[in-house]
């Protein structure tokens, strides 16, 4: 079952930044925090993932809350071609039985962009 | 650099047949999953192949199974196909090499979308 908990769609304009939110309340020490995205009718995209830190990327910036509840994914400046579902996932490395760790989606926030 | 690669992009199957669906990891990885993502949903885990055996498995019938190649490309077999089975069959792949696969980002293929009728 999903661990996380986002909004069901959002809307943002073109060349404005977006915040996208993210809830885990149950979260664990050890739960790496990562987000995916899924354009139109492609599979999901890795997009970035923290443990504590706020950690920057050329996609995006992820800032954690200091008790590690909730996230937040930054695009600094939203295009057309941000608009997709993003996925807020937990994701536990010590579970990890050879090879990698499954991931465990929720519905995510669709993402709309206006221009 | 080719990406997952998956075949075929669609198939349209009637209940009861059996279906194979095919996946090529990305150059470097080794580690395959698979999930299965019905419309407005997102994807839902059913297994991961790792060194030719299946490592983990979600919450899937044994209708549905899978084998991985020593090159590392896998298949997808679902038996005996319901109607519910109809969604977007899509695969992943990742390399345990590095970090021991430990949040190794996922790489996923544009998936297969099969409608069963």
């Known amino acids: 079952d999903a661990k996380t908990t986002q909004p069901n769609s959002m809307e943002s304009n073109e060349e404005e930044p977006v915040h996208l939110p993210c809830n885990h309340s149950t979260i664990s020490g050890t739960d790496y925090i990562h987000w995916y995205r899924q354009l139109p009718s492609q599979g999901p995209e890795y997009v970035i993932h923290?443990?504590?830190s706020n950690v920057n990327n050329r996609m995006a910036s992820l800032a954690i809350a200091e008790d590690r509840k909730s996230s937040t994914l930054i695009l600094h400046r939203a295009t057309l071609r941000d608009a997709a579902v993003y996925y807020c996932?937990?994701?536990?490395?010590?579970?990890?039985?050879?090879?990698?760790?499954?991931?465990?989606f929720g519905k995510g926030t669709k993402l709309t962009v206006n221009p | 650099d080719a990406g997952v690669t998956q075949s075929p992009t669609h198939l349209i199957k009637t209940r009861g047949q059996q279906v194979t669906l095919r996946c090529s990891p990305k150059?470097?990885?080794?580690?395959v999953s698979w999930y299965q993502q019905a419309l407005g949903q997102g994807p839902q885990f059913i297994f991961q192949y790792y060194e030719e055996e299946e490592r983990q498995r979600g919450n899937f019938p044994d209708r549905f199974s899978g084998h991985q190649f020593p090159n590392y490309s896998s298949e997808l077999n679902v038996n005996a196909l319901l109607l519910g089975d109809s969604a977007l069959y899509l695969c992943a792949s990742s390399s345990s090499i590095g970090t021991g696969g430990l949040n190794s980002p996922l790489h996923f293929g544009n998936g297969t979308r099969l409608t069963v009728t």
């Open positions: 923290g443990l504590t």
């Open positions: 996932i937990l994701r536990d490395p010590l579970l990890t039985q050879g090879g990698s760790e499954k991931l465990v």
């Open positions: 150059s470097g990885h080794d580690t």
